[in-house]
């Protein structure tokens, strides 16, 4: 069974940066190829954050791109996540996903717990 | 971005009782492109369906998915208690290569008299 476990800071002061990592048991980062992030905010529901390729190609969402970098540590087995420039608004729990690995077929079968981030001084 | 828009927005029914669930996007998507997620309370969302009505491993077959072009359903056939949560649609646009982008529904809940 592949498991998802993020983990990071909980509070942020505006202005600064978030850091997220995934560690990945059961399976590995190979074997799905495209790992994604995914936030949940009181404001606008699920909100794709971008995919990253196992072999550290990354597309990001339009509305946050400016801002995210994704990286991944295949001799560790994780997924890495930082938002720069963090407001307010960005206060949400962040899922690290996993993309169903099915030629074709696109969503996300395996989801972390989540990892609450406030933004907040 | 393609727009998701799911209704209603609450759905109160009693047990055994069939629920249908819609999402429609502003353009035109591939079914293979359409996943649907139902999410507990301090839970993270779980995979029901995949390519519109493809069920996840594990997923109770009182689950169906359908629809094409905007207009996908989910339906829950007899619901039961543990049904209670709230349920998003997602699709897919683009390409690995040219501005991929995933969008969520706001979502339906459940509820279970």
């Known amino acids: 069974q592949v498991q998802l476990q993020e983990s990071g800071p909980g509070l942020v002061q505006p202005s600064g940066t978030l850091s997220l990592t995934c560690d990945v048991s059961g399976d590995s980062i190979n074997s799905a190829f495209w790992w994604s992030w995914v936030r949940r905010s009181p404001g606008k529901g699920l909100e794709w954050i971008g995919e990253v390729y196992v072999g550290g190609t990354a597309n990001y969402n339009p509305s946050l791109m400016s801002r995210v970098i994704m990286s991944t540590e295949k001799s560790e087995n994780r997924i890495s996540l930082q938002l720069t420039s963090v407001t307010a608004a960005d206060t949400a729990i962040y899922y690290c996903?996993?993309?169903?690995?099915?030629?074709?077929?696109?969503?996300?079968?395996?989801w972390g717990q989540g990892s609450l981030v406030t933004v907040s001084s | 971005e393609v727009v998701l828009t799911q209704s209603p927005g609450t759905l109160s029914l009693s047990p055994g009782e069939r629920a249908t669930l819609s999402c429609r996007t502003s353009?035109?998507?591939?079914?293979?492109?359409i996943a649907w997620y139902q999410q507990k309370p301090g839970q993270a969302p779980r995979l029901l369906m995949h390519g519109a009505s493809n069920r996840a491993p594990g997923i109770p077959d009182r689950f169906s998915g359908s629809g094409s072009g905007t207009d996908f359903t989910l339906t829950i056939s007899r619901l039961e208690p543990e049904d209670s949560a709230v349920y998003f649609c997602q699709q897919y646009s683009g390409s690995p290569r040219n501005s991929p982008q995933y969008t969520f529904g706001q979502g339906t809940k459940v509820e279970i008299k």
């Open positions: 353009q035109s998507t591939r079914s293979d492109y």
């Open positions: 996903v996993r993309h169903i690995p099915i030629n074709g077929q696109r969503g996300f079968d395996f």
